[in-house]
């Protein structure tokens, strides 16, 4: 009997929980290796679920990121909070991921009130460990075992990479024996157009900074492969909601745009091993969060979760 049929193939998904801005994107790209979750300082960048894949000889690990847990005020939060929700469904493994640097408050007991119902193995995932003093992380998680009764806790830096290896193998011990659901190569189940959409959007929030907030949204308009070369041509059109916020994206004589395009064109080539073109527009949609017909438009469909 050959090697391989003797080896246990293990597979299973695992959703990233927590507050705004724990790191979770940040792990799922470190996991990854590559970028397919945005990152940015501005809480609640994630609005979609994005499943990562991670394929070994020995396993197949799929995880779902969620929009980080917080108090909708539009519609767009509502389908957050939801997709985020959905994603605690029918998985093999919670992670409920952590800031060290913050104190337990509110959002963590409300996170855990959910947990609650929910028979699925939870990891206490401690994150930004790189962040505090070694001694301060005892207390952290004394804290948390009395609010819970996790089945592993792991405290990691997504940022340095520290102890993700450990946090893989214990999620590891947790998958049932299964299929390999993805090919090898696949590391995300999202289409092209959405990553590209989402380095847009993230380069969009990085250098904009407070003035312009989560009332950016980005649609691929067209994307066409021209040449023997194949120099891909993109046209993306950002969506804000007034029209101050059109001119802080623009920039004074287009140089914000002009920033944007060329920050996110590097990694849109990087991801597509092509020659990017890049052309970007500006819409005004006023109160698109608020509204269901424009966050469909956009691509947020509830039917799909």
Partial sequence: MSKQANTTYKSGFVSIIGRPNVGKSTFINHVIGQKIAIMSDKPQTTRNKVQGVLTANDSQIVFIDTPGIHKP???????????????????????????????????????????????????????????????????????????????????????????????????????????????????????????????????????????????IAVVIDKIERKGKAETVHIMATIIVERDSQKGIIIGKRGVMLKEIGQRARADIENLLGSKVFLELWVKVQKDWRNKASHLRDIGFREDEY
Avoid: C, W
């Avoid at 999620?171 to 959405?194: S, V």
């Fill in 73 to 215: 005020k539009h519609k767009l939060g509502d389908f957050m909070m939801k997709v985020a929700s959905n994603a605690l469904q029918e998985v093999d493994v919670i992670l409920f991921m952590v800031n060290a640097e913050e104190g337990f408050g509110r959002g963590e007991e409300f996170i855990i009130e959910k947990l609650g119902s929910y028979k699925t193995p939870v990891f206490l995932v401690i994150n930004k460990i790189d962040q505090i003093h070694p001694d301060e992380l005892f207390s952290i998680i004394d804290t948390y075992k009395e609010k819970y009764d996790f089945a592993e806790i792991v405290p990691i830096s997504a940022l340095e990479g520290n102890n993700i290896e450990t946090l893989l193998n214990q999620i590891k011990a947790y998958l049932p024996e299964g299929p390999q659901y993805y090919p090898a190569d696949q590391i995300t189940d999202h289409p092209e157009r959405f990553i590209i959409s989402e380095m847009i959007r993230e380069k969009a929030l990085h250098l904009t900074r407070e003035e312009v907030p989560h009332s």
